[in-house]
């Protein structure tokens, strides 16, 4: 991801943590994240933990925590959330390629498909993207090869989906 996606979609501390290395892994993610509220109501949102290998477009979620997760937050995309996922694609190759090639194919493969989700292109936008990628662990333990792109507001969660959006 380039420095101007990480600021952008990095404003947020929780959206930090996503932007290092998140993705497709190994390494374990509380069984259940911690509630989640509607900042207008104080009502408590219902959350779903998923797997992160099952992840589809359309679907959105909260924030977690931790550089590497298998499980995230699901969130009903009328509810507030901080993500939403726009696009995936599978990255090829039998080896590994390293965290640079995975972070590079990543990025420019969910900045080509940002103007299409958004109907803007990512320069004029006022919102930001990260990615979920595979780790070496995943890739060589798991086949693991999934990209899934997120879009989010830096400056807060959204309510709704963001596709067709144009701004």
């Known amino acids: 991801m380039t420095t101007s ?11 930090a943590t996503l932007a290092l290395l998140l993705g497709g892994c190994t390494a374990l993610f509380p069984s259940s994240a911690p509630p989640a509220t509607d900042s207008q109501t104080g009502e408590e949102i219902t959350q779903t933990d998923t797997d992160v290998f099952t992840l589809s477009v359309g679907q959105c979620l909260n924030d977690t925590s931790g550089t590497e997760v298998s499980e995230v937050p699901i969130v009903d995309c009328t509810d507030e959330h901080d993500f939403e996922v726009y696009e995936d ?3 090829t190759g039998d080896e590994f390629p390293g965290d640079d090639q995975v972070d590079s194919e990543a990025d420019a493969g969910c900045l080509a498909a940002f103007d299409t989700f958004t109907g803007i292109s990512y320069d004029s936008s006022v919102y930001g993207y990260t990615y979920f990628t595979p780790t070496e662990g995943s890739w060589t333990d798991g086949g693991d090869r999934l990209v ?6 830096p400056n807060g969660k959204t309510v709704g989906s963001l596709a067709g959006v144009a701004k």
């Open 5 to 15: 996606a990480i600021t952008r979609i990095g404003v947020a501390a929780t959206t």
């Open 148 to 153: 899934s792109c997120l879009i989010g507001d």
């Open 89 to 91: 694609f599978e990255l």
